[in-house]
């Protein structure tokens, strides 16, 4: 339950990524283990203009990929 307006940019921030990979049409019990892992690492590996656009893999890890070496040069 959504309680405070300013909480529906992120819910929708969240919800707008995973709409790209499963659609609102489609049906939950018939997404593989494989596609959920495919998406799992696609969301996981895209970078965000915040914060200067590092990926959620480089935050959590505090690793660099090759996308943020890339952006830096």
């Given at each position: 339950m959504?309680?405070?307006?300013?909480?529906r940019g992120?819910?929708?921030?969240?919800?707008?990524?995973v709409?790209?990979?499963?659609t609102k049409s489609?049906?939950l019990?018939?997404?593989?283990?494989?596609?959920?892992?495919?998406?799992m690492?696609?969301?996981?590996?895209r970078?965000?203009?915040?914060?200067?656009f590092?990926?959620?893999?480089e935050?959590f890890?505090?690793?660099k990929?090759?996308l943020t070496?890339?952006?830096?040069?």
């Amino acid at each position: 339950m959504q309680r405070s307006p300013w909480e529906r940019g992120l819910n929708e921030n969240i919800n707008g990524p995973v709409q790209q990979y499963l659609t609102k049409s489609r049906r939950l019990d018939n997404v593989t283990q494989k596609e959920l892992k495919h998406i799992m690492h696609q969301l996981n590996h895209r970078p965000g203009k915040l914060p200067g656009f590092k990926t959620p893999y480089e935050l959590f890890f505090n690793k660099k990929t090759l996308l943020t070496v890339a952006l830096e040069t």
